[in-house]
Each structure stands twice: as structure tokens, then as C-alpha cells.
């Protein structure tokens, strides 16, 4: 089950208890984790001898891909690497080297 929260901020994860009753009175009590898993906040873009570089804020132990399309009046997204990055740390980067095309990128979070 997925229960989505509004307004919350990254340091709200730990332990709560949730209950869950239903129309018939039957209550379910438990203990659980909440993980916040916040979007991809891309953090600098650069160029350097014809490669686009770029970093963005990530969370451990979730998985990214990062994405391009050239038009977005139309967007037909590809995904830039082989296979998403799974991450360790705080802070994730890839690179594409620039082609003669316009291109626009995205980082999205995998469920």
C-alpha cells in the first residue's frame, strides 16, 4: 500500500505506528518505517570539452535514470544510461557528450 503525504519534510523518516480500521470496525495497528524519498533536485549543469555534466541530489539505496528528448513539444524520452544508478550517497552525476542536436534532460525517480 502507498500513502502519500503532503508537505513533509526529508528528516520526518523514522518509526510511527499506523492504524487502519475499515467500514466493518476491523482495526489493524503496527509498527512501520517511513522512508521520504524526495524528487531529483539537480544541483549544477557544466561543460567541458564537448561533454554535458551535470549533479543532483539523491537519496541511498534508491534508483535513478537519467533521461533526454530533443523536442518537447512531442517528448519521446530515452534513457541516457545503459541501466539506472542506484545511490550511495547524497549527491549523483552523469555525463552525455553534446551532439549537433538540442537536447533536453530529466533525472527521474524509479519506484
Known sequence: MILKLNNITTNAGGNYTVVISNAGGSVTSSIVTLTVAV???VQSFW????VFNFTWVSVSNLSYQVQYT???ASPNW???L???ITATNGVLSASDSIADVQRFYRV???P
Open 47 to 50: 561543460q567541458t570539452n564537448g
Open 108 to 110: 527521474v525517480l524509479l
Open 39 to 41: 524528487p531529483p533536485n
Open 82 to 84: 545503459a541501466s539506472p
Open 78 to 80: 530515452t534513457n541516457l
Open 70 to 72: 530533443t523536442n518537447l
